[in-house]
């Protein structure tokens, strides 16, 4: 088992920053593909990006790249989501996910999921 927390999440105007922590305990951190997914109400939950084991690749989805770096301390068993540029669109409860596989966590499988942390960007 893996348990995931975020935190970091919170109100911000638009253009500023924030950034995510997803600290996670149980098994090998390093053993997994690490991501963050986001949500809004009444919609499917989104990909925003993904970071390979030993941090050696990441993924966007194209709203995101430029604006948001996702990074990971394998020795602190933590990824970051780092946000910046931030748009009311970006507005969604955003979640950590652990999975063992890229496909399988840009998919949406992932094995495991964090309990999200809410981000609130104002225009």
């Known amino acids: 088992q893996v348990q995931l927390v975020e935190s970091g999440g919170g109100l911000v105007q638009a253009g500023g920053s924030l950034r995510l922590s997803c600290a996670a305990s149980g098994r090998i951190f390093s053993s997994y593909v690490m991501g963050w997914f986001r949500q809004v109400p009444g919609k499917q939950r989104e990909f925003v990006a993904a970071?390979?084991?030993?941090?050696?690749?990441?993924y966007y989805v194209d709203s995101v790249k430029g604006r948001f770096t996702i990074s990971r301390d394998n020795a602190k068993n933590t990824v970051y989501l780092q946000m910046n540029s931030l748009k009311p669109e970006d507005t969604a409860v955003y979640y950590c996910?652990?999975?063992?596989?890229?496909?399988?966590?840009?998919?949406?499988?992932?094995?495991?999921w964090g309990q999200g942390t809410q981000v609130t960007v104002s225009s």
């Open positions: 996910a652990a999975s063992v596989t890229i496909p399988t966590m840009r998919l949406g499988r992932s094995d495991y």
């Open positions: 970071i390979s084991w030993i941090g050696s690749s990441t």
